[in-house]
């Protein structure tokens, strides 16, 4: 049988047999199999009353425990899974006889110890408080540079055209990227990230495949530049590293440039949807443009970017009373664990005036907590501050629709208005949210 048919074939199977174990009430197979248009947060709850530690049909188990997800995150006995693991079909890329790196999945974000603290000390000078402080100001000449842009137009996409171009131009600036195509890069993010729990079909394969190649002669291209032209950026810096593979190069700097946009782009579409969903919070917002932190950190504990990730034992143990077998996965549920009654109150109110709203794990935490968590605050809130500083009266122009996959939670294409809101409109926005 051809490659391309046995993977649809394979594809076609492992679809059809997760929503067969989700329509027979399976944890797992309800959070992976639903789509993206399916409440979240409804099958979070059911793992919660299923128990600390909830086993799945699927090889697997749930967790959206607060306490548990924690103390996993920080055991140095619990690694990440290696590529494709969990995937019915091999995404492996190849062009020119060559295999392909995907950023997403050989960098030090799906690494264990040695080779993650090797890779990630490398870069971590560039994300240190001081080096984001001396951002700030970038942060907010390119926020209020592209709500220039759209000003005029009183309608526009707010992901598309704006939530995206906003990190990609600060990241890329940071990375001192030369002559980044907004465009590009958007494409090649949604490509990589939309397959990070699988690609779902031979479609997305197509466009994984491609956004691989083009991202892969992208990234040989600006290493040869750094290399010629070397500057104080931190692609110079992993250039002038003679001992670094190719393959580590290019998975570290394609990481820090899909990495660095794609979670912010997410966090800013969340937190717009949160404020519009909520009269009191845009009140709030727009009265005091200084919310917007508080904002953007309710966001991530309400609806994260990052729903969930797994961690493995290495050795055979026991999780909340449960014998679990090393090389097992553990699906530890973020964003269930960040609605926690264990530790939040009122867990499913938006309340930015919470005292313990930190104590979220929208960044992960241990050795894999988020390196670029403060970039992502940083632009988030200042997106926002701009946002209902510039048009205190932004609302929804159409209808959300959700990106595809389900580790990702974000909105792909969000049409807004600057218009006025109508003197009667003291509801919730209707915004109806529908699969990718």
């Known amino acids: 049988m051809p490659s391309t048919v046995k993977n649809a074939t394979l594809l076609l199977l492992g679809r059809a047999a997760v929503r067969a174990h989700a329509l027979l009430g399976d944890p797992a197979a309800r959070v992976v199999g639903m789509g993206s248009a399916h409440d979240p947060y409804a099958e979070y709850e059911r793992v919660r009353r299923a128990g600390v530690l909830v086993r799945s049909r699927l090889g697997l188990y749930l967790t959206a425990s607060h306490e548990v997800c924690s103390s996993l995150l920080r055991d140095p006995g619990f690694g990440v899974l290696p590529p494709n693991a969990l995937a019915p079909v091999d995404s492996t890329a190849h062009a020119g006889g060559r295999r392909l790196v995907n950023p997403v999945e050989e960098s030090f974000l799906a690494r264990n110890p040695p080779d993650h603290t090797r890779l990630r000390r490398l870069v971590t000078p560039w994300f240190t408080p001081r080096g984001l402080r001396a951002q700030a100001a970038t942060v907010e000449r390119v926020v209020h540079a592209h709500l220039d842009e759209v000003a005029a137009r009183g309608t526009f996409d707010l992901v598309g055209d704006f939530a995206a171009r906003v990190p990609i131009q600060v990241i890329t600036e940071l990375l001192g990227v030369p002559n980044a195509d907004h465009a590009s890069f958007a494409r090649w993010g949604s490509a990589l990230v939309n397959a990070i729990d699988g690609v779902r079909d031979m479609g997305e394969m197509?466009?994984?495949?491609?956004?691989?190649?083009?991202?892969?002669?992208?990234?040989?291209?600006?290493?040869?530049?750094?290399?010629?032209?070397?500057?104080?950026?931190?692609?110079?810096?992993?250039?002038?590293?003679?001992?670094?593979?190719?393959?580590?190069?290019?998975?570290?700097?394609?990481?820090l440039l899909v990495a660095g946009f794609e979670t912010t782009v997410n966090l800013i579409g969340n937190a717009v949807l949160a404020v519009l969903g909520d009269p009191a919070v845009r009140e709030r917002l727009v009265a005091d443009p200084s919310h917007a932190d508080a904002v953007v950190e309710e966001t991530l504990r309400t609806d994260p970017p990052v729903q969930y990730t797994v961690r493995v034992p290495a050795e055979s143990t026991v999780i909340a009373g449960t014998r679990v077998p090393s090389g097992t996965p553990v699906m530890l549920l973020l964003a269930g664990a960040n609605r926690d009654p264990a530790v939040f109150a009122d867990p499913h109110r938006f309340d930015p005036d919470r005292a313990d709203v930190r104590e979220h794990l929208a960044f992960s935490s241990g050795i894999h907590y988020c390196l670029g968590a403060g970039l992502a605050r940083m632009e988030a809130?200042?997106?926002?501050?701009?946002?209902?500083?510039?048009?205190?009266?932004?609302?929804?122009?159409?209808?959300?629709?959700?990106?595809?996959?389900?580790?990702?939670?974000g909105a792909a294409h969000f049409p807004v208005t600057t218009g006025t809101v109508p003197a009667h409109a003291t509801h919730r926005h209707p915004m109806v949210e529908i699969t990718g």
Not at 228 to 248: C, F, M, N
Not at 383 to 402: E, M, Q, S
């Open 206 to 255: 197509r466009a994984l495949h491609t956004a691989l190649r083009e991202f892969d002669a992208f990234l040989d291209d600006l290493i040869a530049f750094r290399r010629r032209e070397p500057g104080d950026d931190a692609v110079s810096a992993l250039v002038s590293r003679e001992d670094l593979s190719r393959e580590d190069l290019v998975a570290t700097t394609g990481l």
């Open 381 to 409: 809130a200042a997106a926002l501050r701009g946002l209902f500083t510039r048009f205190p009266d932004l609302r929804p122009a159409g209808r959300v629709r959700r990106r595809p996959s389900r580790v990702i939670r």
